[in-house]
């Protein structure tokens, strides 16, 4: 349904977080720092179109992907990371064809990220489920990476899917192309090192453990529906964007927070009524200091906040419409991440 209004739709100053939000719509060449208001506070100018989002760095800078030549034709390619500062000059610039979807800089400067790697079709027996032969055109089925390079994009420690999920255990499901097993979407690493990391393909989320490369966490639901987003927070609790595509429902999209011991959906949002909320694809969510969650329905463009309770007190829908290969003209956005109006981050953009 076409939105009826374009910008800020909904903005109670008393109980929204006061902050800023970094905005970065698909497809374009640019991204956005957005007050409340809607107003644009800062834009950065970026070299290519987006690869899929961007987020701001410990020292303010941006920290975004871009697509890049050599990279697989698969949905959220992207291959080229750079991290620009307040002026869009590039102060760092890194590429691997192989890269897609998720990133993220760590405290010793070095990057992890999702890549992928191609298992040539007289190996990729060994995926289950999936549409009879279906692999990708590039013969065989690429499977998902996590990969830590340095400061000198030097590659010093890997994990590789192939070594560690259980095929039998998590097939991909039936009416998914075999072009890829897993997809994996999000890598969050936690403080102590180890990593989250969702698959949509699979309705998983596993922990890595970065020392010994073994699996400590798993969760696997089918109701998800092609979960993204996924981050271990603070009380230990996660939560994550459940899509709620491919169900034998109503498709509708939730919000969760998941107890890590007993497995349990501790909190939830959904829309009301529910068919309001949905985006099959993309999309994210995070938990703000006040309490609220800060939610991007992707597909729509739309990013909202809302209380504990489950009441919307900020809604801004995007106006930012670029041409995408496969949907034509959209106003989406994979990810997007608000910073509270005290966060050091923010000071350069603002004071600037």
Not at 46 to 70: D, H, Q, R
Not at 234 to 256: C, K, M, V, W, Y
Not at 328 to 345: L, M, S, W
């Amino acid at each position: 349904m076409r939105p009826l209004r374009y910008g800020v739709t909904e903005y109670n100053r008393e109980i929204t977080q006061p902050g800023y939000v970094v905005l970065s719509p698909m497809r374009g060449q640019e991204c956005f720092l957005l007050g409340m208001g809607g107003e644009i506070f800062h834009q950065w100018h970026l070299p290519a179109i987006l690869g899929n989002y961007g987020y701001l760095l410990e020292n303010g800078n941006l920290f975004v992907s871009v697509p890049t030549a050599g990279s697989p034709k698969l949905n959220a390619s992207a291959g080229r990371l750079l991290e620009l500062d307040k002026d869009s000059n590039i102060v760092r610039d890194y590429i691997d064809p192989m890269q897609h979807h998720d990133f993220q800089l760590m405290p010793n400067g070095n990057i992890i990220y999702l890549a992928w790697e191609l298992t040539p079709t007289k190996e990729a027996d060994r995926v289950r489920g999936g549409i009879p032969g279906s692999e990708h055109d590039d013969g065989g089925v690429y499977e998902d990476v996590l990969r830590e390079v340095d400061g000198s994009g030097k590659v010093v420690w890997e994990w590789h899917v192939k070594d560690h999920m259980d095929y039998e255990k998590y097939p991909l499901r039936v009416n998914t192309r075999r072009k890829e097993y897993g997809h994996a979407n999000t890598c969050h690493v936690r403080s102590d090192g180890n990593i989250l990391v969702s698959f949509r393909e699979l309705d998983l989320i596993i922990l890595v453990n970065r020392q010994t490369g073994n699996i400590d966490w798993e969760l696997c639901d089918r109701s998800w529906g092609g979960q993204h987003d996924c981050q271990w927070m603070d009380n230990d609790n996660i939560i994550l964007f459940a899509n709620g595509s491919d169900q034998p429902t109503a498709e509708h999209s939730r919000i969760l927070e998941i107890d890590t011991v007993t497995k349990q959906v501790v909190w939830q949002y959904k829309g009301k009524p529910q068919h309001t909320f949905y985006s099959p694809r993309i999309s994210g969510v995070h938990r703000m200091s006040n309490g609220n969650t800060f939610i991007c329905e992707g597909n729509h463009g739309r990013l909202f906040e809302v209380t504990q309770a489950g009441d919307i007190v900020w809604e801004y829908v995007s106006p930012f419409f670029h041409t995408h290969n496969a949907f034509g003209e959209v106003n989406h956005i994979y990810r997007a991440r608000k910073y509270a109006k005290n966060d050091p981050r923010l000071s350069g953009l603002l004071n600037a």
